[in-house]
């Protein structure tokens, strides 16, 4: 604990009210949601290591700039970032204070935080943050898990985040700590699949000479049909902005919430074959020439003598 800060406890909040906020990670979401906040009139001290965009330099002195009871809101990638910032944040708040871990950690480090925090007296939130680039104007889908009492004390915070309109269409207090991070690992699962049935779709309509307008086509679809969607508005802004993909790579990368999902499912002996076949296909993606397909080829021409196409033939 800092020497000499007064301790003080987080008091319940009832209505609407400005707060103060320390933000970690100024990224592609955290500078917008730190606009976004400050656009409601929050008081947001971002950090983040590049000088030309945080509001202080270090850790420290965010914790030096904040008043007690602290919020602290960490948005930085998932894994070891996530474990070394909370880590360094244990060390320079006080008891009292409160942690939003509001990055896309894995639900099985929700706990490992919370008690790390715990033993100095911080509290500890773990929220799903759904919006991507698109936050700063539409809001932000919001999953939490923590205890009642420090989610009601950032409620105004959440509320500024999340779209308008009513607050159960944007914002959910999913459970206890774990429960944000899982339900935002389902969401992204389910992100998974239907992306891939719109690229499939695609695909098919792309193979097909009938069809001589495929970008009408899908632009036909955002409209009054049961696939609308605001994925499949995205895929046409994309084709607008590149026809046929021609200056897009096809390699698929994936941030992990998709295998933490298919691993759940394992776990849990619920069938998930859209979003496993999703990720999967991402995978094959990044084979420029498959092994399993080699295989593959190998043994047709093995039991059946069916040709097989030699390296110095595929060009």
Known sequence: MTPGRPQQHRPRVKGHRTMQLGLV????????????????????????????????DSLAALAG??????????MVPSGTVTRETITALATVLDEGDLV?????SRFTEDKIHADLLAEHGIGFLDCGVSGGIWGLENGYGLMVGGSDEDVALVMPIFDALRPEGE???GFVHAGPVGAGHYSKMIHNGIEYGLM?????????????????????VLRAWTKGT?????????????????????????????????????????????PAP?????????????????????AVSALRNQFGGHAVQRVSESG
């Open 274 to 294: 859209v979003i496993s076949a999703a990720l999967f296909a991402r995978f094959a993606s990044r084979q420029s020439d498959s092994p399993a397909m080699k």
């Open 100 to 104: 939003i871990d509001g990055g896309n």
């Open 167 to 169: 607050r159960a269409d």
């Open 65 to 74: 700039a904040l008043q007690a009871p602290r919020v602290v809101w960490v």
């Open 25 to 56: 990670g100024l990224g592609k979401m955290g500078f917008n949601m730190r606009d976004r906040l400050r656009a409601h009139d929050h008081e947001v001290i971002g950090y983040d290591p590049r000088p030309e965009v945080t509001d202080v």
């Open 226 to 270: 049961v696939v609308r969607s605001w994925l499949l508005d995205l895929l046409v802004k994309a084709l607008d902005e590149d026809p046929n993909f021609a200056e897009i790579s096809g390699y698929t990368e994936d941030s992990g919430e998709g295998r933490w999902t298919v691993e759940e499912a394992i776990n849990h002996a619920v």
């Open 196 to 216: 891939h049935a719109y690229a499939e779709g695609f695909e098919l309509l792309e193979a097909e000479d009938l069809v001589t307008d495929v970008h009408g």
